[in-house]
């Protein structure tokens, strides 16, 4: 007769519910780690949301503290002609709730750059023979509501000749200007004057600047 070798202490005893045991465990395992991928998922789209909302939020209100400094710098052209007398003003006025960083200008007449007033005059073919008003406009602040007379002049011979110059397709005025965020607009008066164009930074005009 053949004995059976007898169990060793050291083997693990044989129990019939020991497979089961280590499945469950093995499933809340994987239910487990399911869970916290669900959970890690939902945090970085949270995280994304939430940055989302700060960058958006943070740009409307750069829009909104830009609004409220928003320059808008506008041309004004007055003259007037009587039998005995006439006169021509050319201005910038910042019509904008911010301070304007006026850049450069450039006053083409009858399409030749003018450097400065007596220039100008001689662009004209003019002659001063009485007393004219005139400003600094480039690199110069102006506030709102404040009113910068480029040029003025009262003699009747030379404001007719501004005058006939500025009706001239080839007489124009260009100039750019920055708010205090160093958003910069450049207007034209052969385009869309009341509409300037936003530009990264203001022109160099170079020798074609008009220094008053």
Known sequence: M???????QDDPPKDADSVPLLSGVERVFVRLTLWQTVLSVAGVFIAI????A???ESAAVRQQTAATVWPFVQLLIED?????????TMSLSNAGVGPARMSALRLMINGEPARDWE????????KITAPVIRNFVSD?????DETVVVIATMDPDLARRFQAAA????TSVTYCYCSIFNECWLAD??????????????????DAAFRN
Not at 194 to 204: H, S, T, Y
């Open 2 to 8: 053949t004995e059976e070798p007898a169990e060793s």
């Open 49 to 52: 949301v939430a940055l989302y």
């Open 54 to 56: 700060a960058l958006t």
């Open 80 to 88: 007037f002609d009587t039998e005995a007398n006439a006169g021509f």
């Open 119 to 126: 220039h100008a005059v001689r662009l004209l073919d003019g």
């Open 140 to 144: 110069r602040v102006i506030s709102p």
């Open 167 to 170: 009706a001239n397709p080839n």
């Open 189 to 206: 008066s052969q385009k869309d004057i009341q509409n300037p164009e936003p530009v990264d930074q203001c022109p160099d005009f170079g």
